[in-house]
């Protein structure tokens, strides 16, 4: 997670149901080191310490260690202040973690902007997959519609004219095909005037 989501009362109960995090910490996050384990400074680590909040309310909100693991990312000259509660794993792969929720990020980005699911019709885990994983089946066929019919039409305008399309009785080549759905510019255009002079 990423600063945004840096409270210790959320990261406890995270941790109450025995789920692990890794989480940037604020700046102004006050901890005090227990214990600092050796790191290999040339893959970019900095440290990797056992801690605990110093602060008053942070001991109180989170009264367990954590693990502190610094790490210098050279491409971008950024410096990762990390904490998560998974004491076993590498430094190394703590870090990599952090780095790979990006990918996560992405992937929700990319189904915000492709699938095109506006609301969720169950709030329960299987009504959100069951939904999630009907979209990317139809983006997939409409793809492999796409390919095989070798057409010039993005996968967002084939999806478009299989909305209004989708109760006509009429071949998919012929719906894809026979109009030209590139938008026209037309400069005959009568503009009215508000303002008569």
Same mark, same amino acid.
Request: glycine share 2%.
């Given at each position: 997670?990423?600063?945004?989501?840096f409270?210790?009362?959320?990261?406890?109960?995270?941790?109450?149901?025995?789920? +692990? +995090?890794v989480?940037?910490?604020?700046?102004s996050?006050?901890?005090?080191?227990?214990?600092s384990?050796?790191v290999?400074?040339?893959?970019?680590?900095?440290?990797?310490?056992?801690?605990?909040?110093?602060a008053f309310?942070?001991?109180?909100?989170?009264?367990? @260690?954590?693990r502190?693991?610094?790490f210098?990312?050279?491409? @971008?000259?950024?410096?990762?202040?990390?904490?998560?509660?998974?004491?076993? #794993?590498?430094?190394?792969?703590?870090?990599?973690?952090?780095?790979?929720?990006?990918?996560?990020?992405l992937?929700?980005?990319?189904?915000?902007?492709?699938l095109?699911i506006?609301? +969720?019709?169950?709030?329960s885990?299987?009504?959100?997959?069951?939904q999630?994983?009907?979209?990317?089946s139809?983006?997939?066929?409409?793809?492999? =519609?796409?390919?095989?019919?070798?057409?010039?039409?993005?996968l967002?305008? =084939?999806?478009?004219? +299989?909305?209004?399309t989708?109760?006509?009785?009429?071949?998919i080549l012929?719906? #894809?095909?026979?109009?030209?759905?590139?938008?026209?510019?037309?400069s005959?255009? =009568?503009q009215?005037?508000l303002? @008569?002079s």
């Open positions: 997670m990423d600063r945004g989501y409270d210790f009362q959320r990261l406890y109960t995270l941790h109450q149901y025995s789920s +692990f +995090f989480v940037r910490a604020k700046a996050a006050s901890l005090r080191r227990i214990y384990m050796p290999d400074k040339s893959c970019g680590l900095r440290c990797d310490q056992t801690v605990i909040p110093a309310y942070a001991a109180k909100n989170y009264p367990e @260690k954590l502190r693991v610094v210098v990312d050279t491409d @971008k000259d950024n410096r990762l202040n990390l904490l998560t509660n998974q004491m076993t #794993l590498p430094a190394l792969t703590i870090a990599e973690l952090y780095r790979c929720r990006w990918q996560v990020e992937f929700f980005k990319w189904i915000k902007q492709h095109r506006k609301a +969720f019709y169950g709030t885990e299987n009504a959100v997959k069951t999630i994983w009907i979209a990317i139809v983006y997939v066929l409409v793809a492999i =519609i796409k390919k095989q019919l070798k057409l010039d039409l993005s967002y305008t =084939i999806l478009q004219i +299989f909305s209004i989708l109760f006509e009785k009429m071949p012929k719906a #894809l095909t026979e109009i030209d759905y590139t938008n026209k510019i037309t005959g255009h =009568i009215l005037n303002f @008569k």
